[in-house]
């Protein structure tokens, strides 16, 4: 019998190349659309979600992926691994996790451990690269599951988001909803506080922004090596530009650049520029 299977879903915007190298498998999440079922990052790209959001077309909801396509996921890695390790973000953002759940019950002749990351994007994606490296590496279930959950318990993830309004259709905002009444005025910063989206600052210009989520980062690590992702929602330059001043002030073990997927982009709207680290 193989190693600990690792197992996450499209949310989780992991390079592609890492999946690959890792052997994640990336259960796909569902945007609807048009009265299509597209599975994000096969059927849909985010730039045309983007598009379709910034030109005012039918907004698109989201659906999370099917017992069924667990099953299959599971099933599959059972016939492989020793034990499956799958992570999701928090079941206040999505029902993927409790969807996951009820699948790994079941599947009989392989453990399953299901596991609630309390964060999510790249942010959930580098709990999954942890815990896949730990697998590679032989480790047990018991063991991937520990390492998991030691980075889970380190991630940071901070964001500038260029509206609310996506946030609050789809009732995610928990705390941040006192900025409503003057998100038209401000470039909020938020954060993941155990799953829901929080307030952290609310400077009036996108450039104060950054400069508020770098002097974050450098409280929080000082000078040790970190891992660090920026993500974004349709910009790019944008994500460059930031990818750019943390690789000159930080020390970075690893650091990507990836773009939010299309069913986290249907609730946030484009625009968003945001960083994900911890430290070992």
């Known amino acids: 019998m193989g190693k600990?299977?690792?197992?996450?879903?499209?949310?989780?915007?992991?390079?592609?190349?890492?999946?690959?190298?890792?052997?994640?498998?990336?259960?796909?999440?569902?945007?609807?659309?048009?009265?299509?079922?597209?599975?994000?990052?096969i059927d849909v790209s985010p730039g045309e979600v983007y598009r379709w959001l910034r030109t005012g077309q039918e907004i698109p909801t989201t659906s999370v992926p099917s017992v069924g396509d667990f099953l299959r996921v599971y099933a599959a890695a059972g016939r492989e691994a020793a034990g499956v390790l799958s992570i999701h973000m928090s079941p206040d953002l999505s029902a993927t996790f409790s969807t996951a759940v009820m699948a790994s019950h079941l599947v009989d002749g392989v453990p399953i451990h299901v596991m609630?990351?309390?964060?999510?994007?790249?942010?959930?994606?580098?709990?999954?690269?942890?815990?896949?490296r730990a697998a590679v590496s032989g480790a047990g279930l018991e063991e991937v599951i520990a390492r998991a959950e030691e980075v889970a318990a380190k991630v940071n993830l901070l964001f500038i988001i260029g509206t609310l309004e996506y946030l609050h259709r789809g009732g995610r905002i928990g705390g941040a909803a006192r900025l409503l009444g003057t998100m038209l005025q401000i470039k909020p910063v938020l954060y993941l506080d155990e799953g829901r989206v929080e307030g952290f600052a609310n400077p009036r210009t996108k450039a104060r922004a950054i400069q508020l989520m770098l002097r974050a980062m450098t409280d929080r690590?000082?000078?040790?090596?970190?891992?660090?992702?920026?993500?974004h929602a349709d910009v790019l330059d944008e994500a460059e530009a930031l990818r750019q001043r943390v690789?000159?002030?930080?020390?970075?073990?690893?650091?990507?650049?990836?773009?939010?997927?299309?069913?986290m982009g249907a609730h946030t709207g484009p625009g968003v520029l945001g960083v994900a680290f911890y430290t070992d």
Do not use: K, W
Not at 9 to 15: I, Y
């Open 116 to 132: 609630n990351c309390h964060t999510a994007a790249i942010g959930q994606g580098f709990v999954a690269l942890e815990a896949a």
């Open 4 to 41: 600990v299977a690792v197992v996450t879903d499209s949310t989780a915007t992991l390079p592609q190349d890492l999946v690959q190298e890792l052997n994640i498998r990336v259960v796909p999440v569902l945007l609807l659309f048009g009265g299509r079922a597209l599975r994000d990052g």
């Open 221 to 231: 690590v000082g000078c040790r090596p970190i891992h660090a992702a920026i993500f």
């Open 247 to 263: 690789a000159e002030q930080f020390d970075c073990l690893e650091l990507y650049v990836t773009e939010f997927t299309p069913v």
